[in-house]
C-alpha cells in the first residue's frame, strides 16, 4: 500500500475531533449519491440503502433524495427504514420468526423468502405485500468463503433443484444477491447463470432484486456495462430490477480517528490506541484486510515504522504494521479511512471499551457530532 493521501482540508477538520471518532463527510456522501442517481435515471432502476452495510439514520434525509428506499435484513432494520427513511422497505431473511412477521409486515412493501415452506408458512398473511423468492444460482464470484452466499451447502437462496414453479402463485419477483464488492463484469456472469437456471419463470415476474455488492461508486468500476447489463435484462423480461448496494453508498465517505495512547518496545515499536481492531473495525480481523491510514505508508517505505494496536486484552486486538514521516508519540491522531460501511454497524462493546462517537462533517466543512456513547450504552445491553 502506498502511501494514503487525503484531501488537507478535510485531514485539518478531522483532527480536530475528540477521539475515537467516526466521522462521515456529507459532501463525500452526496457524490456517491450522484453516481447511483445517474445509474436509476440511464437505466430506469430502483436502488435501495442495505442498511445492514450502513445505517447512519441522521443522514437518511440526505440519501432518502437520491434512493428509493431500503432492504432490511429483519425486524428492527425495518422498523428503523420505516420510520427514519419513509420511502419502500424491502425485507429479506433467512427465516422469519412467528413472534415477529406481524410486525415486520406493518413495515414492509416487500417481503422476500428463503425458502419455498417459509412463503408456504406466511403466505396468507401477504395481502397487499409484494412477495418474493431468493434463488440461489449456484455461480460464486466472491473468493473469500464466508462471504460467498453461492458457496456450497449455502443456506441462502433456493437452489434450482429445489424450486418449485408449481408453488409461484402471489410471488410477484425474484431476489439474488451474489456478489461482495465486485464490479460489473461479475454481474454480467451472475445474469448468465440466473437466466440459465431461472430464465422460464422470469417473464412471469413483475420485479427482480439484483441484490447487493455492487462497487457501484469505485473508480474503476464500469458503470456503462452495470446500465447496459440492467436495460437489457429490464427490457428482456419486463420487470422492474432492484438493486441494494451498503457499501457503495458509503464508500469512501468515513474515516475513524483515533489517538495514540502508549507507545511499548517488544522487538519493534507498537503503539496503543484508543480504538480496537476488535470492537471498532471488527471486518479488520475478520475479513480479514489492512485499513489505510492517511499520511501512513508500508512498513519500512518511511523512517518510523509501527505496529498498531488497540485497548482490550485480545491478544490478537492488531490493526497492522504502518510506517509515518514523523515519530508517533502519546496524543498523535490517526486517521483511518473508509470507516462508514460496515465498521459501524458491526461494532462491539467487547472488554467495556466504548463506542467511538459519531459525526458528520458538513458539505462547507463545518464539524458536528451527533451521538456519544457512555456507560449506560454498555450496560443496557446486559442484565
Keep these: 500500500m502506498s502511501e494514503a493521501k487525503l484531501d488537507p482540508g478535510i485531514l485539518k477538520d478531522l483532527l480536530g475531533v475528540p477521539t475515537p471518532c467516526y466521522v462521515v463527510d456529507e459532501g463525500l456522501l452526496e457524490r456517491n449519491l450522484r453516481v447511483l442517481q445517474s445509474v436509476q435515471e ?3 432502476c430502483r436502488i435501495l440503502l442495505a ?3 450502513f445505517a447512519m439514520f441522521s443522514l437518511f434525509g440526505l440519501i432518502g433524495r437520491y434512493l428509493r428506499g431500503v432492504a432490511a435484513s429483519g425486524l428492527d432494520e425495518a422498523r428503523l427504514g420505516f420510520e427514519e427513511f419513509g420511502k419502500e422497505v424491502h425485507v429479506f431473511s433467512p427465516a422469519f420468526k412467528e413472534s415477529e412477521f406481524e410486525e415486520i409486515l406493518s413495515y414492509a412493501d416487500h417481503v422476500v423468502f428463503n425458502s419455498f415452506p417459509q412463503w408456504d408458512r406466511f403466505r396468507s398473511r401477504m395481502a397487499g405485500k409484494r412477495a418474493g423468492i431468493r434463488i440461489n444460482p449456484e455461480h460464486s464470484e466472491v473468493k473469500t468463503a464466508i462471504y460467498d452466499p453461492c458457496a456450497p451447502h449455502s443456506r441462502l437462496g433456493v437452489t434450482r433443484a429445489n424450486f418449485r414453479p408449481d408453488d409461484l402463485e402471489g410471488i410477484s419477483g425474484l431476489h439474488f444477491h451474489t456478489l461482495c464488492e465486485l464490479n460489473s463484469d461479475s454481474l454480467q456472469r451472475t445474469l448468465e447463470a440466473v437466466e440459465s437456471k431461472f430464465g422460464d ?3 412471469a415476474m413483475e420485479w427482480v432484486n439484483f441484490g ?4 457501484i461508486t469505485r473508480k474503476d468500476y464500469d458503470v456503462d456495462l ?4 440492467i436495460e437489457r435484462f429490464a427490457g428482456k423480461y419486463g420487470v422492474q430490477v432492484y438493486l441494494e448496494p451498503g457499501e457503495a453508498i458509503a464508500l469512501d465517505t468515513g474515516f475513524l480517528v483515533a ?5 511499548i518496545d517488544n522487538g519493534m515499536q507498537i503503539a496503543i490506541l484508543d480504538t480496537s481492531a476488535a470492537a471498532h473495525m471488527p471486518d479488520v480481523l475478520e475479513m480479514p484486510y489492512r485499513p489505510g491510514i492517511a499520511g501512513a505508508g508500508d512498513p519500512g517505505e518511511f523512517a518510523f515504522t509501527y505496529r498498531l494496536g488497540g485497548p482490550t486484552c485480545l491478544a490478537g486486538d492488531l490493526i497492522g504494521d504502518y510506517s509515518f514521516p514523523d515519530p508517533l508519540k502519546p496524543g498523535s491522531k490517526l486517521v483511518f479511512l473508509d470507516m462508514a460501511h460496515y465498521s459501524m454497524v458491526k461494532n462491539n462493546t467487547f472488554n467495556g471499551v466504548r463506542l467511538p ?3 458528520i462533517r458538513r458539505s462547507e466543512g463545518a464539524m458536528r457530532i451527533v451521538r456519544e456513547f457512555g456507560h449506560e450504552d454498555y450496560r443496557n445491553r446486559l442484565s
Design 42 to 44: 440511464r437505466t430506469g
Design 51 to 53: 442498511l445492514k452495510g
Design 201 to 203: 419463470f422470469l417473464r
Design 212 to 215: 447487493g455488492g455492487h462497487h
Design 226 to 229: 452495470l446500465c447496459e447489463l
Design 259 to 263: 489517538s495514540v495512547v502508549d507507545i
Design 357 to 359: 462517537s459519531i459525526a
